[in-house]
T-cell receptor, first 112, second 115 residues
Framework: LAKTTQPISMDSYEGQEVNITCSHN???????ITWYQQFPSQGPRFIIQ???TKVTNEVASLFIPADRKSSTLSLPRVSLSDTAVYYC?????????????FGSGTQLTVLP | NAGVTQTPKFRILKIGQSMTLQCTQD?????MYWYRQDPGMGLKLIYY???????DKGEVPNGYNVSRSTTEDFPLRLELAAPSQTSVYFC??????????????FGPGTRLTVL
């Protein structure tokens, strides 16, 4: 079963830009890439989604190269409240079933 | 608009017992999902449904069963609980299949311990 790969953890300081990369070599042609944020004892929360090139919303940007085998979540000027686990999600076809695979997640710790 | 609700919030089972985790959504979403999350790990898909009466297996379906008789409800059944099923269970819903141009809305989770 194809998997996504992310760094296990990252540290940053308040006010800095943070970039988290996810590798997804077996992404299907019609699959989108979605990033979620999860705080302890809560369900994941949607951050951003894209198919190719660059997507930007009020909280983040998502960069996707032409081959779509990776993606990078960019968080501008992080604050202490951005400390959380960040997951990328893509769907992988497996026979007749779609296997939605979350990455192992990246623990982002923002330091004062 | 409550979104996705799950009951119970916590439960302790003895080995061999069975139980049903309830999930309800009020967004009229066709797609619903059950995930489990083990401590320090990512989410793994157990089952999903593309509409009432239609379900399919995810990555880790063994030991679980689901049904989808209505658009709103997607219960997860554990038969013969085992310690390996100790986990946090999240239900989610989306208007489209989650991997294609879509956003999943997650419930608050059910923390299950099997002793």
């Amino acid at each position: 079963l194809a998997k996504t790969t992310q760094p296990i953890s990252m540290d940053s300081y308040e006010g800095q830009e943070v970039n988290i990369t996810c590798s997804h070599n077996n992404i299907a042609t019609n699959d989108y890439i979605t990033w979620y944020q999860q705080f302890p004892s809560q369900g994941p929360r949607f951050i951003i989604q894209g198919y190719k090139t660059k997507v930007t919303n009020e909280v983040a940007s998502l960069f996707i190269p032409a081959d779509r085998k990776s993606s990078t979540l960019s968080l501008p000027r992080v604050s202490l409240s951005d400390t959380a686990v960040y997951y990328c999600l893509v769907g992988f076809h497996s026979g007749s079933a779609r296997q939605l695979t979350f990455g192992s997640g990246t623990q982002l710790t923002v330091l004062p | 608009n409550a979104g996705v609700t799950q009951t119970p919030k916590f439960r302790i089972l003895k080995i061999g017992q069975s139980m049903t985790l309830q999930c309800t959504q009020d967004m009229n979403h066709n797609y619903m999902y059950w995930y489990r999350q083990d401590p320090g790990m990512g989410l793994k898909l157990i089952y999903y449904s593309v509409g009432a009466g239609i379900t399919d297996k995810g990555e880790v379906p063994n030991g679980y069963n689901v049904s989808r008789s209505t658009t709103e409800d997607f219960p997860l059944r554990l038969e013969l609980a085992a310690p390996s099923q100790t986990s946090v269970y999240f239900c989610a819903s989306s208007s489209h299949l989650a991997a294609v141009d879509n956003e999943q809305f997650f419930g608050p989770g059910t923390r299950l311990t099997v002793l």
